[in-house]
């Protein structure tokens, strides 16, 4: 059965395996190009004291392309693996009567599922990871220049949970076609509920995962600090200073009274009667550090307000990959048993 | 002997829709056995029962001993060719023997290769280039070499030419010697069957009508015809399958263990088919209008 299912997926496996070379290749070229423009850039800049910006710069400017399009594609590999290995691992046999062919074999229903699963299913482990690792070794010299792995954009594509992302897609596209019996609508439920779930773990799970570190901490002023006026109206802001943590995940930075307030439009409008009469009222953008009139406007702020960082520290970017991982593995593992009692006690 | 089917109350309904409906049957081994019946009397639903693809709703089955499907090892004791002969689209005739190969212990592949050849297909082509009747052929190649001790055929011959009708059950008499299978094949047509099987199974809207030996059953039926006479008034040893009259004349179809000896009759002799069109009336007769015995033909 293990030989004959791996016949049958012989094609779409030599598809995958050219297609893992062919990214394989690209990401080897032009990733040792990355590395020397890393090396280089850092070392004129450490050797010329430039701003770190620069060397920031002349890394992320390499291949924005790939630093685009490689994210984009490791997000959309787990929903193609359960729409084109998944959907139609079973729904295409039950359409075509191909079923009562294979179940008439000497081989039973549970055994031929489970070897199916097995084989496709960890093949789309296989290739969603090691995906996934060609795309996280590329980006490493960025990571270093800019480290933000820990933010819900990059978190899904670096490390190992697009593994359990081709895993549930896999596994859902299976069980949809086992249910629905026919490919396409089975190939539609699985793209819904995949960017449903992805969608629902990193705005709804994921966050709470773990009860974020909260630090408070005295006002300083610094780059970042000022006060904005709200486009529409005249509500005024107080901005605390930006918070630059590497590889940490930051869910919020508010300036905040002892009773958890942040300070009203009124009462910046009396303590920094200076700063904002000064020339016309700043519209749209920060005040940041305007010359006359702040440090007295920052010293009443500051006599009240106090600052609370929460946040998720870089240690924890590894636990995170593992509960998100498990999620999905999870689920995958609880629609495969799903599809074995089915296929037992349903499919008659 | 162990029957190669047996079956007892066997009902199966989906949703409300009774698809076979109390069949308590018992097949012996070593027949080739027909089924018959008008398209949509159960035949596929039985099948399938008898192949393990189904379970039943209430009643029991078993076949060669066992319930269908129970074990792989059971499996392997029977062949199954399913309706329009399914195969693997995109695979070739030679990944067939090969699933067959991997999939069955028992699987005899220089049989299979030799049948191929023998077939003249191309061992490259894909199945889903092959004709209806190459198709058929390699299904029930890839159910033979199995060596099965019970073959299942649903409607092998339906979707066939002619002349892939006759090679196909010619294939299938000739294994039937060799390996000394019982068979089971289903069609809605009699004429298909009646050169092949001699045992009958008639199933006409969900429900068994007739089952047994072919000989037998054709000595035991006659078509009497003579004077105009009620059908009610037959002796008690002659049941009445189906009546038709005309002003004078009744013609009754009968079954009767023993000879007609009432001078009155001109008894005739009659064919499979006459046999299966009489049940297959009878059963219509009985879910219409309830039975009338008294059928006018105009």
Redo the contacts between chains.
């Keep these: 059965?293990i030989?004959?299912a791996w016949?049958?997926f012989r094609?779409q496996a030599a598809v995958a395996a050219g297609a893992l070379v062919v990214i394989a290749v690209v990401l080897a070229i032009t990733g040792s190009h990355l590395v020397h423009v890393y090396d280089t850039s850092v070392a004129t800049c450490k050797a010329n004291r430039g701003s770190s910006a620069v060397c920031v710069n002349a890394v992320t400017n390499t291949y924005r392309f790939l630093q685009d399009a490689l994210p984009v594609l490791v997000i959309v590999v787990p929903a193609l693996i359960g729409i084109f290995w998944g959907a139609p691992l079973v729904a295409r046999e039950l359409e075509?009567?191909?079923c009562?062919?294979?179940?008439?074999?000497?081989?039973?229903?549970s055994?031929w599922l489970f070897v199916k699963l097995g084989v496709v299913g960890v093949s789309s482990m296989v290739a969603a990871g090691l995906l996934a690792l060609m795309v996280t070794g590329w980006s490493s010299p960025i990571e270093k220049v800019s480290p933000n792995r820990f933010s819900p954009s990059l978190f899904s594509v670096l490390g190992i949970a697009p593994i359990g992302y081709a895993a549930f897609a896999f596994a859902f596209g299976v069980t949809a076609g086992l249910l629905i019996r026919r490919t396409l609508p089975a190939m539609a439920a699985t793209l819904l509920a995949f960017v449903g779930a992805r969608l629902a773990v990193t705005y709804w799970v994921r966050p709470h995962l773990m009860s974020p570190v909260k630090t408070v901490m005295a006002l300083k002023q610094s780059y970042g600090t000022g006060i904005s006026q709200s486009s529409t109206g005249t509500g005024l802001t107080f901005l605390p200073p930006s918070v630059n943590i590497p590889n940490a995940w930051i869910y919020s930075n508010e300036v905040v009274n002892r009773s958890g307030h942040a300070p009203t439009t009124q009462f910046l409008q009396s303590a920094c009667r200076a700063v904002l009469s000064g020339s016309a009222a700043p519209v749209n953008h920060p005040v940041r550090n305007p010359n006359s009139g702040f440090p007295e406007c920052f010293g009443r702020v500051a006599a009240k307000f106090h600052e609370v960082l929460t946040y998720q520290p870089a240690s924890r970017y590894w636990a995170f990959q593992w509960y998100e991982t498990t999620i999905f593995v999870g689920a995958a593992l609880v629609l495969a048993g799903l599809c074995f009692w089915w296929l037992r006690h349903r499919v008659? | 002997m162990t029957a190669v089917l047996d079956a007892e109350e066997l009902s199966k309904q989906y949703g409300r829709r009774r698809a076979l409906q109390d069949c308590t049957l018992s097949i012996p081994p070593g027949h080739v056995v027909g089924l018959v019946g008008p398209n949509g009397a159960g035949k596929t639903t039985l099948l399938h029962l008898a192949v393990g693809l189904l379970q039943p709703t209430s009643g029991t089955i078993e076949v060669l001993g066992s319930r269908p499907a129970e074990t792989p090892a059971q499996l392997g004791r029977v062949g199954f060719v399913a309706q329009e002969t399914p195969t693997y689209a995109a695979l070739s005739v030679a990944d067939h023997l090969n699933f067959g190969a991997w999939l069955n212990p028992s699987f005899d592949a220089t049989m299979a290769e030799h049948r191929i050849d023998e077939l003249g297909l191309d061992p490259h082509q894909k199945a889903g280039h092959l004709s209806g009747g190459q198709r058929a052929q390699l299904a029930l190649t890839l159910a033979i070499a199995k060596r099965p001790e019970l073959l299942i055929l649903d409607e092998p011959v339906a979707g066939l030419d002619p002349l892939a009708r006759r090679e196909f059950l010619q294939y299938l008499m000739e294994s039937v010697a060799e390996h000394e299978l019982s068979v089971i094949l289903s069609s809605h047509l009699v004429a298909d069957l009646e050169r092949v099987c001699d045992y009958l199974v008639v199933l006409v809207a969900s429900r068994l009508q007739l089952a047994g030996e072919v000989e037998g059953l054709l000595a035991s039926h006659h078509r009497l015809s003579g004077p105009r006479r009620d059908a009610d008034s037959m002796p008690s040893d002659q049941e009445v399958i189906e009546a038709s009259h005309t002003e004078r004349q009744s013609t009754i179809f009968v079954r009767s263990e023993s000879p007609i000896l009432d001078p009155a009759w001109t008894v005739e002799e009659v064919s499979l088919e006459d046999l299966v069109l009489a049940y297959m009336g009878r059963a219509t007769d009985a879910r219409g209008a309830r039975r009338s015995s008294m059928r006018p033909v105009q």
């Design positions: 059965m030989r004959f016949r049958q094609v075509t009567g191909s009562r062919l294979a179940w008439t074999q000497s081989v039973s229903r055994r008659t």
